[in-house]
Nanobody
């Protein structure tokens, strides 16, 4: 069974930075084509944030975070990171990581992902 566990959420002031992590365990070798980050803010639907190919360096971002957020990975640690800078109150959300097999790139739809973490809360105060 594949498990994804997020960590690193918290409370930060607007303009600040925060890094969240997602570590995968279980049968991960050869399972993943890409890893994504999504978020679910208050009163909003869950939305795509960023994605990275498990093999290679390709990344893709939603327009709302491009230039402020950076997705990266450490394959040896089965871990994906989301470095968030210049945070805004509207970035407040539960952040989820998700894993998918090879498929359409970049894969911004929730339905493209097979495995999900439990989420980590990020709160940005004004």
């Amino acid at each position: 069974q594949v498990q994804l566990v997020e960590s690193g959420g918290g409370l930060v002031q607007a303009g600040g930075s925060l890094r969240v992590s997602c570590t995968a365990s279980g049968h991960t070798f050869g399972t993943f084509g890409k890893m994504g980050w999504f978020r679910h803010g208050p009163g909003k639907a869950r939305e795509f944030v960023a994605v990275i190919k498990w093999s290679g360096i390709n990344t893709y971002y939603d327009d709302s975070v491009r230039g402020r957020f950076t997705i990266s990975k450490d394959n040896a640690k089965n871990t994906v990171y989301l470095q968030m800078r210049s945070l805004k109150p509207e970035d407040t959300a539960v952040y989820y990581c998700a894993a998918a097999g090879p498929g359409i790139w970049p894969g911004t739809q929730l339905s493209a992902y097979n495995y999900w973490g439990q989420g980590t809360q990020v709160t940005v105060s004004s």
